[in-house]
């Protein structure tokens, strides 16, 4: 049960004072928004102070103000609602504000990065070089910042006044020497606010007529209880327990106030859920509620990830209570990291591709998606993706395309100019401003008006340091000024709804009693009971009036807090343990090493998968059983009720699909799906073999003169253009990390070009064509193509692909006549005569060939010729039109092969295993697992 306890503050009696309310002309305060209390005063001007000196302006005041005040109550409140009048309910936060106002003391509305900017400012005037935080200053002046500004407004809310006796330890001397200018300089943190609180309080009035405390006073930090004791205060205790002492729920009271141990008898008044998955606990807790008479008349608690148990309320039909997830990385905010990600050498193609494709952009997406597409595919900016992407954007909207993608780059180590940095975020704050102003609803406008604060709070912090003489700023410094902006924010989609169950955030919260609790996420506590101070530091703290709480303090308020919703609990306390968390809650390791059974266990993933309902019905968690719905299976063949047209013009790709993987062909072609390839930069092999068709296009393009040119001017092309190719079309070999990948690329590069160069020595070739587009009609459509490399020569033409490795596999596939791709290429060029053909192995600088007759040094892997296979080819894509034409496609995916998979007489050989590079695989069904 809850007690009261009254006792008149050793001050003197309860003040009143001037409303917050704005006077009108007649003399008489409007309503007060900020507190609900009417108000008025005479027309003299004066404080009311002033007005009781003067005798002959009559003074006033009507509505004082009960406040109920607790530690936590700034968050979510449990308590039904209050309609008592001149009442309110505030954690601290509220208190301070409301005090503030009633006294005329402005409000603090600098951003919490201003302050550790300034504190910043404020260390740095004070570093001589032997201060005790120089070398970790030096090292990251932000987070040193943010660190001792938490250690002084720690030690302002405990009791400091900024001085410490001239005998204090050194590191406490250094604090007090930088307080001198912080004191100043810094906004005024709570502690300070508190102060001057306490300063006006004997000469001005409030509104306030009593103070309910609603925690243990002994929680409060001494300034807290400073300014409280100013007042008519009572405090609301916690009793020994309100459920039935024969309950279980009373024996567990019991055990927690008198330490008394009795059996359960396992009535219902004590369950404990347990499962791994947060999700499955927030849908059974959501669904227990649900089957309340009265979800008004329990209580629920959730310290952390309110916002699961929220949404599985709203799935279950109940309205939102209110539970938030503040982050960091909402998509406003996320702009001003990406947009400074992007000044610093090496270019991160990542960040660039990020900063591209993020929804909330300066740059409309009709430019984005273009460039995004051309970062995909060539890592860089630059490269002939990125210049194709800029030739078909607007001539308007190419000057913010160059601001924001390609600034001035600057080493991280060096840093940039502080001058640069506030004109690109000064673009940000102005682009958020139009944001803002043309928001369309109040969801719309929370997000951005959040990002525009940060935003301009980071600017008002660069040109501080700008004017302050700070001419660079290095990358650790500048991220660590980014997040000191970017605090975390709320959803501003998620509201609570009428009619809501009661919920808190904190267990300290449940001061009154309650018929049922649910503690979902009765998580293990872990409290931070270090201290930074030695027992000399802290003795020198005493003295100087700073009394900081001790480990017994902390344990023991948690402890106050995390009974309070058992003990206030009448006839059900549900407890949600998850056990995925390393150690235990206090209140369940009691529980399990002091009663150990008898309480009413709900094992939920045990009896999910067991499908043994009978405990869900015992706690009324309606469980019914679901119909199953096996993921689909493979199957060879898929069938529809319309023919499939060919394609008029095919390709190398297209004919490969439909003659191996008739699915894919299908899927690509005739329904046009792809995947979203501009969600990931390439690399690995595929940008390595990107990279080397580059180098070979662009040698042979500026080298038609290359049988004459020796090998010192060759090195020294490969050492220019190869670097240039990396920045420009694969600046992800450029990251911190992938040193030893950079070299093998740019070694691989060199060898691969000299060692091509004496394949076509050895052949007596005089001309080389790369990347040449060939076409030719053939019997069904036109065949379209590229050509890596078309060289001439005595024995006439050859055409080469160049793939970066895959040696083994290329010379099995001509061994087996499946080399369909330089059958293409070779009926593609063979009009007149056939060319010789063969695939170039840039990892090792081999050719593989069916034969050795136009290359000498080639692998002759043997096999049928080139103009047999095309002919087979022709065959196989007949057979396949024929099955589309029928409605009827193969999938060669998972599913075994059948009859039908053998091919007609004079086709090629069917591929049994699938596509390892196919992008629908997923749509081809999941096999059984086994």
Same mark, same amino acid.
């Given at each position: 049960?809850?007690?009261?306890?009254?006792?008149?503050?050793?001050?003197?009696?309860?003040?009143?004072?001037?409303?917050?309310?704005?006077?009108?002309?007649?003399?008489?305060?409007?309503?007060?928004?900020?507190?609900?209390?009417?108000?008025?005063?005479?027309?003299?001007?004066?404080?009311?102070?002033?007005?009781?000196?003067?005798?002959?302006?009559?003074?006033? =005041?009507?509505?004082?103000?009960?406040?109920?005040?607790?530690?936590?109550?700034?968050?979510?409140?449990?308590?039904?609602?209050?309609?008592?009048?001149?009442?309110?309910?505030?954690?601290?936060?509220?208190?301070?504000?409301?005090?503030?106002?009633?006294?005329?003391?402005?409000?603090?509305?600098?951003?919490?990065?201003?302050?550790?900017?300034?504190?910043?400012?404020?260390?740095?005037?004070?570093?001589?070089?032997?201060?005790?935080?120089?070398?970790?200053?030096?090292?990251?002046?932000?987070?040193?910042?943010?660190?001792?500004?938490?250690?002084?407004?720690?030690?302002?809310?405990?009791?400091?006044?900024?001085?410490?006796?001239?005998?204090?330890?050194?590191?406490?001397?250094?604090?007090?020497?930088?307080?001198?200018?912080?004191?100043?300089?810094?906004?005024?943190?709570?502690?300070?606010?508190?102060?001057?609180?306490?300063?006006?309080?004997?000469?001005?009035?409030?509104?306030?007529?009593?103070?309910?405390?609603?925690?243990?006073?002994?929680?409060?930090?001494?300034?807290?209880?400073?300014?409280?004791?100013?007042?008519?205060?009572?405090?609301?205790?916690?009793?020994?327990?309100?459920?039935?002492?024969?309950?279980?729920?009373?024996?567990?009271?019991?055990?927690?106030?008198?330490?008394?141990?009795?059996?359960?008898?396992?009535?219902?008044?004590?369950?404990?859920? $347990?499962?791994?998955?947060?999700?499955?606990?927030?849908?059974?807790?959501?669904?227990?509620?649900?089957?309340?008479?009265?979800?008004? $008349?329990?209580?629920?608690?959730?310290?952390?990830?309110?916002?699961?148990?929220?949404?599985?309320?709203?799935?279950?039909?109940?309205?939102?209570?209110?539970?938030?997830?503040?982050?960091?990385?909402?998509?406003?905010?996320?702009?001003?990291?990406?947009?400074?990600?992007?000044?610093?050498?090496?270019?991160?193609?990542?960040?660039?591709?990020?900063?591209?494709?993020?929804?909330?952009?300066?740059?409309?997406?009709?430019?984005?998606?273009?460039?995004?597409?051309?970062?995909?595919?060539?890592?860089?900016?630059?490269?002939?993706?990125?210049?194709?992407?800029?030739?078909?954007?607007?001539?308007?909207?190419?000057?913010?395309?160059?601001?924001?993608?390609?600034?001035?780059?600057?080493?991280?180590?060096?840093?940039?100019?502080?001058?640069?940095?506030?004109?690109?975020?000064?673009?940000?704050?102005?682009?958020?401003?139009?944001?803002?102003?043309?928001?369309?609803?109040?969801?719309?406008?929370?997000?951005?008006?959040?990002?525009?604060?940060?935003?301009?709070?980071?600017?008002?912090? @660069?040109?501080?340091?700008?004017?302050?003489?700070?001419?660079?700023?290095?990358?650790?410094?500048?991220?660590?000024?980014?997040?000191?902006?970017?605090?975390?924010?709320?959803?501003?989609?998620?509201?609570?709804?009428?009619?809501?169950?009661?919920?808190?955030?904190?267990?300290?919260?449940?001061?009154?009693?309650?018929?049922?609790?649910?503690?979902?996420?009765?998580?293990?506590?872990?409290?931070?009971?270090?201290?930074?101070?030695?027992?000399?530091?802290?003795?020198?703290?005493?003295?100087?009036?700073?009394?900081?709480?001790?480990?017994?303090?902390?344990?023991?308020?948690?402890?106050?807090?995390?009974?309070?919703?058992?003990?206030?609990?009448?006839?059900?306390?549900?407890?949600?343990?998850?056990?995925?968390?390393?150690?235990?809650?206090?209140?369940?390791?009691?529980?399990?090493?002091?009663?150990?059974?008898?309480?009413?266990?709900?094992?939920?993933?045990?009896?999910?998968?067991?499908?043994?309902?009978?405990?869900?019905?015992?706690?009324?968690?309606?469980?019914?059983?679901?119909?199953?719905?096996?993921?689909?299976?493979?199957?060879?063949?898929?069938?529809?009720?319309?023919?499939?047209?060919?394609?008029?013009?095919?390709?190398?790709?297209?004919?490969?699909?439909?003659?191996?993987?008739?699915?894919?062909?299908?899927?690509?072609?005739?329904?046009?799906?792809?995947?979203?390839?501009?969600?990931?930069? !390439?690399?690995?092999?595929?940008?390595?073999?990107?990279?080397?068709?580059?180098?070979?296009?662009?040698?042979?393009?500026?080298?038609?003169?290359?049988?004459?040119?020796?090998?010192?001017?060759?090195?020294?092309?490969?050492? @220019?253009?190869?670097?240039?190719?990396?920045?420009?079309?694969?600046?992800?070999?450029?990251?911190?990390?992938?040193?030893?990948?950079?070299?093998?690329?740019?070694?691989?590069?060199?060898?691969?070009?000299?060692?091509?160069?004496?394949?076509?020595?050895?052949?007596?070739?005089?001309?080389?064509?790369?990347?040449?587009?060939?076409?030719?009609?053939?019997?069904?459509?036109?065949?379209?193509?590229?050509?890596?490399?078309?060289?001439?020569?005595?024995?006439?033409?050859?055409?080469?692909?160049?793939?970066?490795?895959?040696?083994? =596999? $290329?010379?099995?596939?001509?061994? !087996?006549?499946?080399?369909?791709?330089?059958?293409?290429?070779? =009926?593609?060029?063979?009009?007149?005569?056939?060319?010789?053909?063969?695939? =170039?192995?840039?990892?090792?600088?081999?050719?593989?060939?069916?034969?050795?007759?136009?290359?000498?040094?080639?692998?002759?892997?043997?096999?049928?010729?080139?103009?047999?296979?095309?002919?087979?080819?022709?065959?196989?894509?007949?057979?396949?039109?024929?099955?589309?034409?029928?409605?009827?496609?193969?999938?060669?995916?998972?599913?075994?092969?059948?009859?039908?998979?053998?091919?007609?007489?004079?086709?090629?050989?069917?591929?049994?295993?699938?596509?390892?590079?196919?992008?629908?695989?997923?749509?081809?069904?999941?096999?059984?697992?086994?």
């Amino acid at each position: 049960m809850s007690s009261t306890s009254k006792g008149r503050c050793s001050s003197g009696p309860t003040r009143a004072g001037p409303c917050t309310g704005r006077r009108s002309r007649f003399g008489r305060c409007t309503l007060s928004t900020k507190t609900g209390a009417i108000c008025w005063t005479e027309r003299s001007g004066r404080t009311p102070r002033e007005d009781k000196r003067n005798p002959n302006v009559p003074l006033r =005041y009507h509505g004082p103000m009960r406040v109920r005040f607790g530690l936590h109550r700034d968050a979510l409140e449990p308590s039904h609602t209050r309609t008592s009048v001149g009442e309110i309910t505030v954690g601290p936060q509220g208190l301070l504000g409301l005090l503030e106002s009633d006294l005329g003391i402005p409000s603090v509305a600098a951003h919490p990065s201003e302050a550790i900017a300034a504190y910043r400012d404020c260390l740095t005037e004070c570093d001589d070089w032997v201060r005790f935080y120089h070398r970790s200053f030096d090292a990251d002046p932000v987070g040193v910042a943010r660190t001792l500004n938490d250690w002084r407004q720690q030690w302002y809310l405990h009791g400091w006044d900024g001085r410490f006796p001239d005998h204090a330890a050194s590191r406490l001397g250094d604090m007090a020497a930088v307080e001198s200018l912080a004191i100043e300089r810094v906004p005024a943190g709570v502690g300070q606010r508190l102060r001057a609180i306490l300063g006006l309080l004997d000469k001005r009035r409030t509104q306030i007529r009593e103070v309910e405390l609603l925690d243990a006073a002994e929680d409060l930090p001494p300034l807290w209880r400073r300014v409280l004791e100013r007042f008519d205060c009572s405090t609301t205790r916690t009793g020994t327990g309100c459920a039935p002492s024969y309950s279980d729920l009373g024996k567990l009271q019991a055990l927690l106030t008198r330490d008394l141990a009795r059996p359960l008898d396992g009535d219902g008044s004590l369950v404990v859920v $347990r499962a791994f998955s947060r999700d499955v606990t927030a849908q059974a807790t959501a669904e227990m509620l649900r089957q309340l008479d009265d979800p008004s $008349r329990a209580a629920v608690v959730a310290s952390r990830d309110g916002i699961i148990l929220d949404n599985a309320m709203e799935r279950v039909g109940l309205p939102r209570a209110g539970f938030q997830h503040y982050s960091p990385f909402r998509a406003a905010n996320q702009v001003l990291k990406l947009a400074f990600a992007l000044i610093w050498q090496p270019l991160d193609p990542h960040r660039l591709l990020q900063f591209l494709i993020h929804p909330v952009n300066p740059l409309p997406w009709r430019v984005r998606g273009r460039l995004a597409e051309a970062v995909a595919s060539q890592p860089g900016i630059g490269g002939p993706a990125w210049k194709q992407a800029m030739a078909k954007i607007d001539k308007d909207q190419t000057d913010g395309v160059v601001f924001w993608t390609t600034p001035t780059r600057y080493d991280p180590s060096q840093g940039a100019p502080a001058a640069d940095l506030h004109v690109r975020v000064s673009r940000v704050v102005a682009w958020l401003a139009r944001r803002l102003a043309t928001a369309e609803d109040g969801e719309e406008s929370a997000v951005f008006g959040a990002a525009y604060s940060q935003a301009a709070a980071l600017a008002a912090t @660069l040109k501080r340091l700008s004017d302050g003489g700070r001419h660079r700023i290095r990358k650790i410094e500048l991220d660590s000024l980014v997040d000191a902006a970017n605090r975390p924010t709320p959803d501003g989609s998620v509201l609570a709804e009428a009619g809501h169950v009661p919920v808190t955030s904190h267990p300290g919260n449940v001061t009154e009693a309650t018929d049922e609790v649910f503690w979902w996420d009765l998580a293990p506590q872990r409290p931070d009971l270090t201290s930074p101070w030695s027992k000399e530091e802290r003795a020198s703290l005493a003295a100087a009036g700073v009394d900081l709480p001790t480990a017994d303090n902390q344990l023991g308020a948690d402890k106050r807090a995390w009974l309070r919703p058992v003990l206030n609990c009448r006839k059900r306390l549900v407890l949600v343990v998850h056990e995925d968390d390393e150690g235990r809650h206090p209140l369940w390791g009691r529980i399990r090493e002091q009663i150990r059974r008898g309480w009413v266990d709900v094992p939920l993933d045990e009896i999910l998968l067991r499908g043994k309902t009978t405990r869900l019905d015992q706690v009324a968690i309606p469980a019914p059983r679901l119909a199953r719905k096996p993921l689909p299976v493979p199957r060879r063949r898929w069938h529809i009720d319309r023919p499939l047209p060919a394609r008029v013009s095919e390709s190398y790709t297209s004919l490969n699909k439909i003659c191996s993987y008739p699915h894919e062909w299908v899927l690509t072609y005739a329904a046009r799906l792809r995947s979203g390839g501009i969600n990931e930069v !390439a690399d690995g092999a595929m940008l390595k073999g990107s990279l080397a068709h580059r180098l070979f296009e662009r040698f042979f393009t500026e080298h038609g003169d290359w049988t004459s040119l020796q090998d010192p001017e060759i090195q020294r092309w490969l050492e @220019l253009t190869i670097q240039d190719l990396i920045e420009k079309e694969g600046a992800v070999l450029l990251e911190n990390g992938r040193g030893v990948d950079r070299q093998q690329v740019i070694t691989t590069l060199e060898h691969a070009l000299v060692r091509l160069l004496g394949h076509l020595r050895t052949a007596d070739v005089q001309t080389v064509k790369s990347e040449q587009a060939v076409k030719r009609s053939f019997p069904g459509g036109v065949l379209y193509g590229e050509a890596d490399l078309v060289v001439v020569g005595p024995e006439g033409r050859a055409v080469l692909d160049a793939k970066w490795g895959s040696e083994r =596999y $290329r010379e099995e596939e001509i061994e !087996a006549g499946r080399h369909l791709q330089l059958a293409v290429y070779g =009926y593609a060029l063979g009009e007149g005569a056939w060319p010789s053909t063969g695939y =170039y192995i840039v990892t090792t600088g081999n050719v593989v060939a069916p034969d050795a007759r136009f290359f000498p040094k080639a692998l002759a892997a043997g096999g049928e010729p080139v103009e047999a296979v095309w002919r087979k080819g022709l065959v196989t894509r007949n057979w396949r039109l024929e099955q589309f034409a029928r409605g009827e496609i193969e999938v060669n995916a998972a599913a075994e092969p059948d009859d039908a998979s053998e091919p007609p007489g004079g086709g090629l050989e069917t591929r049994v295993e699938p596509d390892r590079f196919d992008e629908f695989r997923w749509l081809t069904g999941v096999a059984p697992f086994r």
